[in-house]
């Protein structure tokens, strides 16, 4: 089932930048703004994303093998490298004018400065700001960037303005307790961003006020023209877009969606007549849409190819159940046709400061139906520490509380086996990243309940993680895991591979040779102790892969032989 999303309006609005994986990687097309036929631009091996620079040429983001060492060039009559410097990284472009700005760490390996390029003469003005930085966004008329800058604190960051011309830079979010700032919006002259200060939930802020509030947390963009604010709500995950005048902050009109689901990379054009979103469901592929404002019509644009009618796949339905302090903690639940009780299937999102949604993720929305379609329910909770249930819920797993996460799983399992369709003593656990560190926490800690994990670039143990992922994330994920310096004895006793006794359930790990973020040691090393322990372990390493699986083959043989272990482990 392919895939496909908006990436930007080219500078005269007439065309469309997308991404999609036609041909087994995401390929950038071109495509007319109202709708026809995609255009291919890039054939590469490897996935690509990118945007329509303001002269009309097609800038190119793309890595080798997953390394995460993003390189930038221009497609314009051919291929061009731009920036390119293979030992570093070179993220988050964002253009206006003659103006290409973009984060890199190239200058001690660690420290993500900004630079401004002129994209005529090539100079370049470099920002040191310290720390990991990132470009949020570029003024319309090319004069001023905001930068995000990640704080000390767990949940914590700030925005600058940095003048391109003088090296100016302006601190836009002085704050005391810990707070986050997001898509800074340009109204004119002033800027809207989204932020939880001094609040639980993310609200609309100009000048210090919160413009637009909601119990849900809340997002923003706006059109260069200065003719719309648009505000995403999520609200138990689902999507809710509103448009609002950018000058009063009345509410216009809710945008129409094709369903209930997840709205993602939604994007203007320059004339703010048109807005453009990719839109999914856990039944329906990402496609992109087309919003136009003034006839208030939405109009399909792309219709990806599926092997697989939509209508036979399956929706999750909501539900809450109490964990073991009390603390109430979301579900989305898959069951297949039938009485049961049905084998299930736990599957825990990374992060872990992010959220399971309702939509069609490439690592998890393909495995999930393909279980239920072969007689597994899923669960898919959303355990504490996730976002998007306000700032108290997000940091309910900082640091010495990192297990009480991990508690929330053997209270789902309680929850799911009273279920009369439900069969706790055939229940497995599945995740990615830090949601493979989850599944192999819920072997070690409690044994007794799960009889199967599945766990792709897990970590096994957060001490040699943090020792040994790439030195500009360690800081980053410190904030969260706790510091090497003063947490260790707390991170050696949250460390699966710790308690690795006590893990009896067979076990299938994935991992890329090339992932900088949780090293294959990781994997390799869990996979040698468990098998000389005699507990089944099936190792399945992608030597053209890093932290995700992105080439199709790749991620069809994942899930196809981790569903076969699970079928011989499972004995169904």
Same mark, same amino acid.
């Given at each position: 089932?392919?895939?496909?999303?908006?990436?930007?309006?080219?500078?005269?609005?007439?065309?469309?930048?997308?991404?999609?994986?036609?041909?087994?990687?995401?390929?950038?097309?071109a495509?007319?703004?109202?709708?026809?036929?995609?255009?291919?631009?890039?054939?590469?091996?490897?996935?690509?994303?990118?945007?329509?620079?303001?002269?009309?040429?097609?800038?190119?983001?793309?890595?080798? @093998?997953?390394?995460?060492?993003?390189?930038?060039?221009?497609?314009?009559?051919?291929?061009?490298?731009?920036v390119?410097?293979?030992?570093?990284?070179?993220?988050?472009?964002?253009?206006?004018?003659?103006?290409?700005?973009?984060?890199?760490?190239?200058?001690?390996?660690?420290?993500?400065?900004?630079?401004?390029?002129?994209?005529?003469? @090539?100079?370049?003005?470099?920002?040191?700001? *310290?720390?990991?930085?990132?470009?949020?966004?570029?003024?319309?008329?090319?004069?001023?960037?905001?930068?995000?800058?990640?704080?000390?604190?767990?949940?914590d960051?700030?925005?600058h303005?940095?003048?391109?011309?003088?090296?100016?830079?302006?601190?836009l979010?002085?704050?005391?307790?810990?707070?986050?700032?997001?898509?800074?919006?340009?109204?004119?002259?002033?800027?809207?961003?989204?932020?939880?200060?001094?609040?639980?939930?993310?609200?609309?802020?100009?000048?210090?006020?919160?413009?637009?509030e909601?119990?849900?947390?809340?997002?923003?963009?706006?059109?260069?023209?200065?003719?719309?604010?648009?505000?995403?709500?999520?609200?138990?995950?689902?999507?809710?877009?509103?448009?609002?005048?950018?000058?009063?902050?009345?509410?216009?009109?809710?945008?129409?969606?094709?369903?209930?689901?997840?709205?993602?990379?939604?994007?203007?054009?320059?004339?703010?007549?048109?807005?453009?979103?990719?839109?999914?469901?856990?039944?329906?592929?990402?496609?992109?849409?087309?919003?136009?404002?003034?006839?208030?019509?939405?109009?399909?644009?792309?219709?990806?190819?599926?092997?697989?009618?939509?209508?036979?796949?399956?929706?999750?339905?909501?539900?809450?159940?109490?964990?073991?302090?009390?603390?109430?903690?979301?579900?989305?639940?898959?069951?297949?046709?039938?009485d049961?009780?049905?084998?299930?299937?736990?599957?825990?999102?990374?992060?872990?400061?992010?959220?399971?949604?309702?939509?069609?993720?490439?690592?998890?929305?393909?495995?999930?139906?393909?279980?239920v379609?072969?007689?597994y329910?899923?669960?898919?909770?959303?355990?504490? *520490?996730s976002?998007?249930?306000?700032?108290?819920?997000?940091?309910?797993d900082?640091?010495?509380?990192?297990?009480?996460?991990?508690?929330?799983?053997?209270?789902l399992?309680?929850?799911?086996?009273?279920?009369?369709?439900?069969?706790?003593?055939?229940a497995?656990?599945y995740?990615?990243?830090? *949601?493979?560190?989850?599944?192999?926490?819920a072997?070690?800690?409690?044994?007794?309940?799960?009889?199967?994990?599945?766990?792709?670039?897990?970590?096994?143990?957060?001490?040699?993680?943090l020792?040994?992922?790439?030195?500009?994330?360690?800081?980053?994920?410190?904030?969260?895991?706790?510091?090497?310096?003063?947490? /260790?004895?707390?991170?050696?006793?949250?460390?699966?591979?710790?308690?690795?006794?006590?893990? /009896?359930?067979?076990?299938?790990?994935?991992?890329?040779?090339?992932?900088?973020?949780?090293?294959?040691?990781?994997?390799?090393?869990?996979?040698?102790?468990?098998?000389?322990? *005699?507990?089944?372990?099936?190792?399945?390493?992608?030597?053209?892969?890093?932290?995700?699986?992105?080439?199709?083959?790749?991620?069809?043989?994942t899930?196809?032989?981790?569903?076969?272990?699970?079928?011989?482990?499972?004995?169904?």
């Amino acid at each position: 089932m392919r895939q496909a999303l908006p990436l930007s309006f080219s500078p005269d609005g007439t065309r469309l930048l997308v991404g999609s994986n036609l041909e087994s990687t995401q390929q950038l097309y071109a495509l007319p703004a109202r709708g026809g036929a995609l255009e291919r631009l890039t054939h590469f091996a490897e996935p690509v994303s990118g945007a329509f620079l303001p002269d009309g040429r097609v800038l190119i983001e793309g890595d080798v @093998g997953g390394n995460e060492r993003t390189q930038l060039y221009v497609l314009g009559d051919e291929l061009e490298p731009l920036v390119v410097d293979t030992e570093y990284i070179h993220r988050t472009p964002h253009a206006a004018c003659n103006v290409l700005a973009y984060s890199t760490n190239r200058r001690n390996g660690v420290d993500f400065d900004i630079v401004a390029r002129d994209l005529s003469t @090539g100079a370049e003005r470099v920002f040191e700001l *310290g720390g990991d930085c990132a470009v949020e966004g570029v003024s319309p008329d090319g004069r001023w960037m905001v930068v995000e800058r990640s704080g000390e604190r767990s949940g914590d960051n700030d925005l600058h303005l940095c003048a391109v011309e003088t090296g100016e830079v302006r601190h836009l979010t002085p704050h005391d307790d810990a707070a986050e700032f997001y898509s800074p919006a340009w109204l004119g002259e002033t800027l809207v961003f989204s932020t939880n200060d001094r609040r639980d939930t993310f609200a609309i802020s100009r000048d210090g006020e919160f413009v637009v509030e909601s119990p849900w947390d809340l997002d923003c963009r706006a059109d260069d023209a200065g003719r719309s604010l648009l505000v995403l709500a999520n609200e138990d995950g689902y999507s809710c877009l509103t448009l609002y005048d950018p000058q009063t902050f009345e509410k216009r009109e809710e945008v129409p969606l094709p369903g209930h689901g997840v709205v993602e990379h939604p994007v203007f054009s320059p004339d703010g007549a048109l807005l453009a979103f990719s839109f999914s469901s856990p039944v329906e592929p990402h496609d992109v849409y087309l919003y136009d404002l003034d006839n208030r019509e939405l109009t399909r644009l792309t219709t990806s190819p599926r092997a697989v009618d939509p209508a036979t796949l399956v929706e999750p339905t909501l539900h809450r159940y109490a964990s073991f302090d009390g603390e109430s903690v979301p579900v989305f639940l898959f069951e297949p046709e039938g009485d049961g009780p049905f084998p299930v299937v736990v599957t825990v999102h990374g992060g872990p400061e992010s959220q399971w949604l309702p939509w069609f993720a490439p690592s998890f929305a393909p495995l999930t139906q393909y279980l239920v379609s072969r007689g597994y329910a899923v669960a898919a909770p959303n355990v504490r *520490g996730s976002t998007g249930y306000g700032k108290r819920y997000e940091h309910l797993d900082d640091i010495d509380k990192r297990l009480d996460s991990v508690r929330d799983l053997s209270s789902l399992h309680e929850w799911l086996s009273a279920r009369p369709t439900i069969d706790g003593s055939r229940a497995a656990v599945y995740g990615r990243s830090y *949601g493979g560190y989850m599944v192999l926490a819920a072997l070690a800690f409690q044994p007794e309940l799960w009889a199967v994990g599945i766990e792709s670039v897990g970590i096994s143990n957060l001490v040699s993680f943090l020792e040994n992922t790439s030195p500009y994330r360690r800081a980053v994920r410190e904030r969260e895991y706790g510091s090497l310096e003063h947490d /260790r004895e707390l991170l050696v006793a949250a460390s699966p591979m710790t308690h690795i006794d006590a893990i /009896r359930a067979p076990l299938f790990i994935q991992h890329g040779r090339n992932d900088p973020r949780v090293p294959v040691s990781e994997s390799e090393h869990i996979h040698a102790v468990l098998r000389e322990k *005699g507990v089944p372990c099936e190792l399945l390493v992608f030597e053209d892969e890093g932290h995700a699986v992105q080439k199709l083959p790749n991620r069809i043989e994942t899930f196809t032989r981790a569903v076969a272990f699970l079928d011989r482990m499972l004995d169904t």
